[in-house]
T-cell receptor
Framework: DQQVKQNSPSLSVQEGRISILNCDYT??????FLWYKKYPAEGPTFLIS?????DKNEDGRFTVFLNKSAKHLSLHIVPSQPGDSAVYFC?????????????FGKGTHLIIQP | GAGVSQSPRYKVAKRGQDVALRCDPI?????LFWYQQALGQGPEFLTY????????KSGLPSDRFFAERPEGSVSTLKIQRTQQEDSAVYLC???????????FGPGTRLTVT
C-alpha cells in the first residue's frame, strides 16, 4: 500500500517552459513534505519543503503547493533549464519531520528538451 | 563542509556472504538514517539513529540486517548471509538538530550474485 504516489513515471518539457510534477498521499498523519532531485549514480539532493500549516513555499525557480483537503502537492519549476533533467522524488514525514524516516514516492523522470 | 560520504560505492557479494556498508554523516549531525532503494523505486526507510541510540528499526527487512553507530558519528549497516533480493542501493542520510531536511550520501550499490 503506497502512501506516497507519483503517478507520472516521466515528464518531458521544453526548455524555458514550466514543469509541474505531482504527488498524492494517503496518510493524513503526514505533516511535512519534501522534494528531492536525483541524478544517476548520486544520492538524492534536497530541493524544497513545505509544512502542512502552509499551502505554498517558494525558493527561486521552485515552488511547492500543498492542497491538504485533496492530499495533493505539486512542484513547479519555472523556467525549466536543461540541468533540471533528473528524477524527482516526493517525500513525506509524520511528527513534523522529527524522529520518523521519510516515505518516498517512486519518482518522476523529468526530461527538459532544448 | 563535507557532505555525507559512503563506502564502498559499489559492492559485489556472493550469495551467503556477509557485507558491511559504512556511512560518514555530516559533522555535527545527530540524526542518521539508512534507506534501501530498489531499481525503479523510491528509497525505503530502514532504520534511524539519534546520536548512538537506535530509535527506530522498524524498516529492517529481516534479522539478517543490523545497524550500529557506537560513537554517535560513523554508522555501519551489516547484512549477514546476503540473498539476491538484498541487491539494491543503500542510502545513508543525516540531519542536523532542529532541522527537517535530510541530506543524503551517494549510496552503496550492492549486487548479490
Amino acid at each position: 500500500d503506497q502512501q506516497v504516489k507519483q503517478n507520472s513515471p516521466s515528464l518531458s518539457v521544453q526548455e524555458g517552459r514550466i514543469s509541474i510534477l505531482n504527488c498524492d498521499y494517503t496518510n493524513s498523519m503526514f505533516d511535512y513534505f519534501l522534494w528531492y532531485k536525483k541524478y544517476p549514480a548520486e544520492g538524492p539532493t534536497f530541493l524544497i519543503s513545505i509544512s502542512s500549516i502552509k499551502d505554498k513555499n517558494e525558493d527561486g525557480r521552485f515552488t511547492v503547493f500543498l492542497n491538504k483537503s485533496a492530499k495533493h502537492l505539486s512542484l513547479h519549476i519555472v523556467p525549466s533549464q536543461p540541468g533540471d533533467s533528473a528524477v524527482y522524488f516526493c517525500a513525506a514525514s509524520e511528527s513534523g519531520g522529527g524522529a520518523d524516516g521519510l516515505t518516498f514516492g517512486k519518482g518522476t523522470h523529468l526530461i527538459i528538451q532544448p | 563542509g563535507a557532505g555525507v560520504s559512503q563506502s564502498p560505492r559499489y559492492k559485489v557479494a556472493k550469495r551467503g556472504q556477509d557485507v558491511a556498508l559504512r556511512c560518514d554523516p555530516i559533522s555535527g549531525h545527530v540524526s542518521l538514517f539508512w534507506y534501501q532503494q530498489a531499481l525503479g523505486q523510491g528509497p525505503e526507510f530502514l532504520t534511524y539513529f539519534q546520536n548512538e541510540a537506535q530509535l527506530d528499526k522498524s524498516g529492517l527487512p529481516s534479522d539478517r540486517f543490523f545497524a550500529e553507530r557506537p560513537e554517535g558519528s560513523v554508522s555501519t549497516l551489516k547484512i549477514q548471509r546476503t540473498q539476491q533480493e538484498d541487491s539494491a542501493v543503500y542510502l545513508c542520510a543525516s540531519r542536523g538538530e532542529g532541522e527537517y531536511e535530510q541530506y543524503f550520501g551517494p549510496g552503496t550499490r550492492l549486487t548479490v550474485t
